[in-house]
């Protein structure tokens, strides 16, 4: 496995590497990491690292197809309706997937934008 669909696996999975003081981090739900994919990490360390470095860890690009599929959707105006979310309803189940995806590309509380993609998607497949 490339460093860059090991990423899209951990993301899947809502966890989150970073780059702190030169070193690998990992944030996400207790559990997520299996002693499979810490050997991976471990083994794919240095190209995980270059690829964090270079700014690609939270685009776009590594969300896993389930949402990239539902952004798609959203982009194409095929979710324009209400949407009943654990947080409560949203009036466009588009519009909230779409500023997700936003933050979440631009770095911005990627855990709480992925959460929040998640819940549209089980919405829309329902």
């Known amino acids: ?3 860059r669909d090991l990423l899209r696996e951990l993301e ?3 966890v989150r590497l970073a780059v702190q003081d030169g070193r690998l981090v990992a944030r996400g739900p207790q559990g997520a990491v299996t002693p499979e994919l810490a ?5 794919q360390k ?3 690292l270059r690829e964090l470095q270079a700014g690609t860890g939270g ?3 590594l969300l ?6 539902l952004v798609r959707a959203a982009a194409s105006n095929h979710l324009n309706r209400s949407g ?3 947080d409560g ?13 936003s933050l979440y590309a631009c770095g911005f509380e990627p855990e709480r934008q992925l959460a929040g993609l998640w819940a549209a998607r089980r919405v829309w497949g329902a």
């Open 39 to 43: 050997a991976q990490i471990g083994a």
């Open 1 to 3: 496995m490339v460093a």
């Open 12 to 14: 899947g999975r809502g």
């Open 46 to 48: 240095d190209a995980l």
């Open 64 to 69: 896993p197809e389930a949402l990239v599929r």
């Open 84 to 86: 009943f979310l654990p």
């Open 59 to 61: 685009s776009l690009a």
């Open 89 to 101: 309803i949203v009036p466009n189940l588009g519009e909230y997937v779409l500023a997700c995806a």
